[in-house]
């Protein structure tokens, strides 16, 4: 059988020569694509394990989780160059727990955390990288902004000087075809670009794509795509 360092190893290999070819076809230089392997209900010896394979950004969904990794990898590997993203919802008692262990929160989804966030980093005189989450889809079960209202938002935050915002993310529908969600990837794309010249800020991030589907995310100028089963295989 073949190990498991192996298998990831082989599976980082194919998303990357997958990355590499859908920049190609939209004209994009695949370093400017981040993989943010999700590592969620894995191992730090599988995290390891993706590291040696070039990995250096890491995505966790529950931040009791993030921070037991994050605590875990600096015990064991000190000084390692290594990002750890917040990918999920946070809930506002779990606000302090974050702090001191993410390098980017994905999931900024209302004012009231950005409120309880901004206070805590103060407290903590940390500025936090954060992406604006916006609900393209429209479904009721997903957290983040209506496209309509993220401007509004994105203005509001800007005014809490603890956070930084440096892009958008979402989530897109699940579908068997991810040419399903290529309009829910290009109207986020657009409203990047259109909150960036309006507010005149300067974005860095736009994350979007996950297994299922982040070759079309980078055809629509995803920067981070959020990789988990494609690298680690099914969770249990
Ligand atoms: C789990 C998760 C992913 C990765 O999903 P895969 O389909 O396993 O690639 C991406 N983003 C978020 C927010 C997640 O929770």
Same mark, same amino acid.
């Given at each position: 059988?073949?190990?498991?360092?192996?298998?990831?190893?082989?599976?980082?290999?194919?998303? =990357?020569?997958?990355?590499?070819?859908?920049?190609?076809?939209?004209?994009?230089?695949?370093?400017?694509?981040?993989?943010?392997?999700?590592?969620?209900?894995?191992?730090?010896?599988?995290?390891?394990?993706?590291?040696?394979?070039?990995?250096?950004?890491?995505?966790?969904?529950?931040?009791?989780?993030?921070?037991?990794?994050?605590?875990?990898?600096?015990?064991?590997?000190?000084?390692?160059?290594?990002?750890?993203?917040?990918?999920?919802?946070?809930?506002?008692?779990?606000?302090?727990?974050?702090?001191?262990?993410?390098?980017?929160?994905?999931?900024?989804?209302?004012?009231?955390?950005?409120?309880?966030?901004?206070?805590?980093?103060?407290?903590?005189?940390?500025?936090?990288?954060?992406?604006?989450?916006?609900?393209?889809?429209?479904?009721?079960?997903? =957290?983040?902004?209506?496209?309509?209202?993220?401007?509004?938002?994105?203005?509001?935050?800007?005014?809490?000087?603890?956070?930084?915002?440096?892009?958008?993310?979402?989530?897109?529908?699940?579908?068997?075809?991810?040419?399903?969600?290529?309009?829910? =990837?290009?109207?986020?794309?657009?409203?990047?670009?259109?909150?960036?010249?309006?507010?005149?800020?300067? =974005?860095?991030?736009?994350?979007?794509?996950?297994?299922?589907?982040?070759?079309?995310?980078?055809?629509?100028?995803?920067?981070?795509?959020?990789?988990?089963?494609?690298?680690?295989?099914?969770?249990?």
């Amino acid at each position: 059988m073949e190990s498991r360092a192996h298998e990831i190893r082989r599976n980082i290999e194919v998303v =990357f020569e997958r990355v590499r070819r859908a920049a190609e076809r939209a004209g994009r230089r695949p370093d400017d694509i981040t993989v943010v392997a999700v590592s969620k209900k894995f191992s730090i010896e599988d995290i390891r394990r993706a590291y040696e394979s070039g990995i250096r950004d890491f995505g966790e969904n529950r931040v009791q989780e993030l921070v037991g990794k994050v605590d875990r990898w600096a015990e064991l590997y000190p000084g390692s160059e290594i990002n750890w993203h917040m990918v999920g919802h946070l809930q506002r008692n779990k606000v302090k727990e974050l702090l001191g262990h993410c390098s980017t929160f994905h999931a900024l989804d209302s004012l009231r955390l950005a409120t309880a966030l901004n206070q805590r980093a103060g407290g903590y005189s940390e500025v936090i990288p954060c992406l604006a989450q916006v609900n393209v889809s429209g479904e009721d079960s997903k =957290f983040g902004w209506d496209p309509d209202d993220a401007e509004s938002a994105v203005r509001e935050i800007l005014n809490h000087e603890h956070l930084q915002v440096i892009g958008l993310m979402t989530l897109a529908r699940p579908v068997d075809d991810p040419e399903h969600v290529r309009p829910e =990837f290009a109207k986020l794309r657009r409203l990047y670009e259109r909150i960036q010249s309006s507010l005149s800020v300067k =974005f860095e991030v736009l994350s979007m794509g996950m297994s299922g589907d982040f070759e079309v995310a980078i055809e629509e100028g995803a920067t981070h795509v959020r990789v988990g089963t494609a690298i680690f295989g099914e969770r249990t």
